[in-house]
Every structure is written in structure tokens, then in C-alpha cells.
């Protein structure tokens, strides 16, 4: 009972840091007229007009969905590590394997607060292209955005110090909590997780391929 309380706690502790940060960046990054020159590069001006004012009426529907996509999302990763070691023959409860990703996602937050201190105090003129393709020390931070592919940003964008940080992260918590070694935890994180991870990331490349 102890452990669920924990697991609880710590979610609600994650969706709350999740919305500080998200109304954060939005605040104090994300300026009507940067958003504007971002749109109107595809659509005209009257249009792109409308669809700022859109989303700023009904923004704060964004802040309700955090309740309900943290859930799937630390669902999905649990289960792909779940079935990495139902494999190796450990039958490990859900839940410990759940509170484990639920402490990892908490490392999102250093990507969050890396973002809006770069933007506001290194690169003070940017435009919103350079903020959605912002991944700190990533692939991407060494080739020119404009030649890179648009389906092959996601992609390049993940191998990045924040990401590589959660793997090492999700790793030390499961051998802790579950008390194994962490090299045969990071082994299962990587075959696991870095596989589903592996194959969202082919999804995604393909529908971007498919619809562009």
C-alpha cells in the first residue's frame, strides 16, 4: 500500500511539474509574434491570425491532457521493459517497473529549464523554428536545419545528452528498486525500451514521409 501511495504521489508531483513547465515555456518564450512568422511562412496571414487566437482561448486544454497522456506514455515504456525481462525468464511486478519510468520522466524537466535558460539569456533572437528544434547537444546542433530532411529531425533530435541521461536514469532506478546489477538493467533498458523506442521512431519517420 506504501509503495502504490509512492507511485501516486510521485505521478501527481510529475503532472504538476509537467504543466509548471509547459505554462513556463509558453510564458516566457513563446511570443504571438514569433508563433506569427512560424504560420504565416504556410499559411496567410488572416488564417494564421485565427489559429493563434484559437489556441489561445482553449490552451489551457492542453494542461488537462497531462493527466491522461502521462499515464499511456509511462504505460508504453513500462510495458516494453516489462517484456524485456518476462524474457529473461523475471516476472517483475508492473508496478515497481512503472514507478521506476515514473522517477525517470522526472529528468524532463532539466530539458525544459536547459531550453528556456538558453533562449533567454545565449540566443535571445530566435524564431519558433529554432525553439521546436531546440535538443540539447544533439545530432541536430551539428548540421544545418535547413538541408536536414523534415522526416529525419525526430530522429536526430532524440540523440541528444537529456535522452541519453533518462536511459542511464531509468537504469540506476530499476537495479535499485528492483535490486539487480545495473549493467544487466541497462542491458534490458536498452534491448526494451531502445527497442520500442526504435520502432515509434520508424512509425513516425514513415507518416511524416507519407503525409509531407
Known amino acids: 500500500m506504501k509503495f502504490k501511495s509512492s507511485n501516486f504521489n510521485y505521478f501527481i508531483l510529475l503532472c ?3 504543466a509548471f513547465f509547459s505554462y513556463a515555456y509558453q510564458i516566457l518564450l513563446v511570443d504571438d509574434n514569433i508563433y506569427l512568422d512560424y504560420l504565416t511562412q504556410n499559411i496567410e496571414y488572416i488564417r ?3 489559429l493563434l487566437n484559437m489556441m489561445k482561448s482553449y490552451g489551457w486544454v492542453n494542461y488537462l491532457l497531462i493527466p491522461l497522456i502521462m499515464p499511456v506514455k509511462i504505460s508504453c515504456i513500462t510495458s516494453c521493459i516489462s517484456m524485456g525481462f518476462y524474457l529473461l525468464n523475471d516476472n517483475l511486478l508492473f508496478k515497481n517497473i512503472f514507478f521506476c519510468v515514473t522517477i525517470s520522466e522526472f529528468s524532463v524537466f532539466v530539458s525544459f529549464l536547459l531550453k528556456i535558460i538558453y533562449f533567454l539569456f545565449v540566443k535571445i533572437n530566435y ?3 529554432d525553439l521546436i528544434n531546440f535538443h540539447f547537444y544533439s545530432l541536430l546542433d551539428f548540421l544545418d536545419l535547413e538541408n536536414v530532411p523534415v ?3 525526430r530522429p536526430l533530435s532524440l540523440l541528444n545528452v537529456v535522452e541519453i541521461s533518462y536511459w542511464f536514469l531509468l537504469s540506476f532506478s530499476i537495479s535499485k528498486v528492483i535490486k539487480i546489477g545495473y549493467t544487466e538493467s541497462f542491458k534490458v533498458v536498452i534491448s ?3 527497442t520500442g523506442l526504435l520502432v515509434w521512431v520508424l512509425f513516425t519517420v514513415f507518416i511524416t514521409i507519407t503525409y509531407s
Open 16 to 18: 504538476i511539474g509537467y
Open 48 to 50: 494564421a491570425l485565427n
Open 127 to 129: 524564431s519558433y523554428f
Open 151 to 153: 522526416y529525419l529531425s
Open 192 to 194: 526494451s525500451y531502445g
